[in-house]
């Protein structure tokens, strides 16, 4: 089963916003930003792993780097790690920032795709939505309307090429526009 690219997105929407702390503490030559630095790596190198993202292995490296890094002048050794380390840390933000990037792109495509069908089913004036009716159960209908009807099921193959079908529910949720209808 395909993974969710909304929770892709969310997990490493997630990892990309705790470097700021990270480069704060290398900026103030913190002992402690090695560690954090190793501690990000992995919990990125975990979490592409658990998402089935083959990447993670460019995470397992860059850790590997961090603790095997040996500086070449003995008398700038703190200076240098820190250099290291904030190199480091930009291919490492340059890496996920492009896993990143290839799913934002499949999910926005996706969400435009969307937004035709509903500007569709807007024009159609097919649904009312009653606000004592389960929304969920709401959503699935207009899904389920949009997958059977013959002029709109090209563009829901479409869409579950890119996202998986929660993924999708997720979206049409989130893009409704229920005073349109």
């Given at each position: 089963?395909?993974?969710?690219t909304?929770?892709?997105?969310?997990?490493?929407e997630?990892?990309?916003?705790?470097?700021?702390?990270?480069?704060?503490l290398?900026?103030?030559?913190?002992?402690?930003?090695?560690?954090?630095?190793?501690?990000?790596?992995?919990?990125?190198?975990?979490?592409?792993?658990?998402?089935?993202?083959?990447?993670?292995?460019?995470?397992?490296?860059?850790?590997?780097?961090?603790?095997?890094?040996?500086?070449?002048d003995?008398?700038?050794k703190r200076?240098?790690?820190?250099?290291?380390?904030?190199?480091?840390?930009?291919?490492a933000?340059?890496?996920?920032?492009?896993v990143?990037?290839?799913?934002?792109?499949?999910?926005?495509?996706?969400?435009?795709?969307?937004?035709?069908?509903?500007?569709?089913?807007?024009?159609?004036?097919?649904?009312?939505?009653?606000?004592?009716e389960?929304?969920?159960?709401?959503?699935?209908?207009i899904?389920?309307?949009?997958?059977?009807?013959d002029?709109?099921?090209?563009?829901?193959?479409?869409?579950?090429?890119?996202?998986?079908?929660?993924?999708?529910?997720?979206?049409?949720?989130?893009?409704i526009?229920?005073?349109?209808?």
């Amino acid at each position: 089963m395909r993974k969710s690219t909304t929770k892709i997105v969310g997990d490493i929407e997630t990892q990309l916003a705790k470097i700021s702390n990270i480069v704060d503490l290398l900026e103030k030559k913190r002992t402690a930003s090695s560690q954090i630095l190793k501690n990000w790596l992995s919990e990125t190198e975990d979490t592409l792993q658990q998402l089935s993202i083959p990447e993670a292995s460019m995470f397992a490296v860059k850790r590997g780097e961090l603790t095997t890094f040996l500086p070449k002048d003995s008398r700038n050794k703190r200076k240098e790690f820190f250099h290291f380390s904030a190199t480091l840390l930009t291919g490492a933000q340059g890496d996920l920032w492009d896993v990143y990037k290839k799913h934002t792109e499949k999910l926005e495509s996706a969400t435009q795709l969307i937004h035709q069908l509903l500007h569709i089913i807007y024009q159609t004036k097919q649904f009312k939505y009653d606000p004592n009716e389960d929304f969920t159960l709401f959503i699935y209908q207009i899904w389920d309307f949009c997958c059977a009807h013959d002029q709109l099921k090209a563009i829901t193959v479409q869409i579950l090429s890119l996202i998986n079908k929660t993924d999708v529910l997720i979206v049409l949720a989130k893009e409704i526009e229920i005073e349109n209808l």
